[in-house]
């Protein structure tokens, strides 16, 4: 038995490595609060129990972390094709065009965070145009799904729009197999060349902000212009796919 608990006492020194340790400790502090958590729960409670909380109270820390890190920009195009980044607008106003960059990973953690950094609608933003680029989503989650759909009916009881732009054939098929933006929005799929689909979304919304009331008739087909076929309003272009 003696030699048995000294074979186990060189083992667990061998384990530990202050390398390591200092390594974990300089990466930031939630990864040092979840070691020290660890170690000290190893010594209260079974050691399977400690790893599984330490497991639990990492994954934890890592969404509450990463739902703070989403950062939405409004991105402004000048007439010589520069973009510039700018704060949103804390409320969209009457004619207005705005297109929103998120920066940072979007999932249901962030979704009411990413709701939140949108400018608000009030009774002035009438026939306006929100353009939201979702390039590099992977998914849309339910949350996100909702926020989205509540977002774009809030727009279409003012006259305005939604419009999303992405590259994930995921996320098109998403939006359009669960009718997510309704009749107050539209889908761009974006490709392989940047802003193509994002200044075609940009282009239309312009367009469609820079026409009058009166163009239309009581049905909502335009009467003269370009020929429009959506089958709820008329006077916007239909999903499009930028090749």
């Known amino acids: 038995m003696p030699a048995l608990a000294g074979l186990l006492i060189v083992v667990g020194v061998s384990t530990v490595k202050p390398a390591k ?3 974990v400790g300089k990466t930031g502090p939630v990864p040092l609060t979840v070691m020290l958590t660890t170690l000290v729960l190893t ?24 739902s703070s890190r989403l950062v939405t920009r409004r991105l402004v195009m000048g007439a010589d094709d520069r973009v510039i980044e700018t704060n949103p ?3 969209l106003g009457e004619r207005e065009v705005v297109v929103l960059q ?21 009774p002035a933003s009438r026939r306006s145009v929100v353009i939201l680029r979702l390039r590099g989503a992977d998914d849309a989650g339910a949350t996100l799904l909702e926020v989205l759909r509540t977002y774009a009916a809030g727009l279409g009881d003012l006259g305005s729009r939604l419009v999303i732009v992405t590259d994930n054939e995921r996320l098109v098929r998403q939006l359009q197999t669960d009718d997510t ?8 799929q974006g490709t392989a060349v940047i802003w193509e689909a994002t200044r075609e ?4 919304a312009v367009a469609w902000v820079a026409q009058d009331d009166e163009e239309f008739s009581d049905q909502g087909q335009p009467s003269s ?15 499009q796919m930028a090749l």
């Open 225 to 239: 212009g370009r020929a429009y076929h959506d089958p709820h309003e008329g006077d916007w272009p239909p999903d």
């Open 43 to 66: 010594l209260l409670m079974p050691l399977q129990y400690a790893v599984l909380v330490g497991v639990g109270l990492s994954v934890l820390l890592f969404v509450i972390g990463q």
């Open 21 to 23: 340790l200092l390594a």
């Open 181 to 188: 933006l309704g009749s107050a929005g539209s889908v761009y």
């Open 201 to 204: 979304a940009y282009e239309d």
């Open 89 to 91: 607008p804390g409320s």
């Open 102 to 122: 998120p920066y940072g990973p979007i999932f249901f953690a962030t979704a009411n965070s990413l709701r939140s950094q949108m400018p608000d609608l009030t």
